[in-house]
């Protein structure tokens, strides 16, 4: 079991900047991959950012790119999100989650982190 805590949720004015942390625990010597997501009311949860833990190769979805990096602390077992220039409609709760291995998909899920931007 992989047990996945988020913070650094909050409230930021359109155009601001919020950087999320998510720590990994228990089994974490067999994680493959940790991801971000977010879902805002009323939609379905989308993919935002991923990181390859060994390799730390990083992958974006279209929406954030140029704008938000992901990136690891291995020591830690710590991923991080930094989000600048955020958007009233980037308002969600933002989960992070772990994938295993590569043939799995992403199988532990952390409780999420609510991230309001303001216009």
């Known amino acids: 079991q992989v047990q996945l805590v988020e913070s650094g949720g909050g409230l930021v004015q359109a155009g601001g900047s919020l950087r999320l942390s998510c720590a990994a625990s228990?089994?974490?010597?067999?994680?493959?991959?940790m991801g971000w997501f977010r879902q805002a009311p009323g939609k379905e949860r989308e993919f935002v950012a991923a990181i390859n833990w060994n390799s730390g190769n990083t992958y974006y979805a279209d929406s954030v790119k140029g704008r938000f990096t992901i990136s690891r602390e291995n020591a830690k077992n710590t991923v991080y999100l930094q989000m600048n220039s955020l958007k009233p409609e980037e308002t969600a709760v933002y989960y992070c989650?772990?994938?295993?291995?590569?043939?799995?998909?992403?199988?532990?899920w952390g409780q999420g982190t609510q991230v309001t931007v303001s216009s």
């Open positions: 228990g089994r974490t010597f067999s994680t493959y991959e």
């Open positions: 989650a772990v994938r295993s291995t590569i043939a799995s998909q992403y199988d532990y």
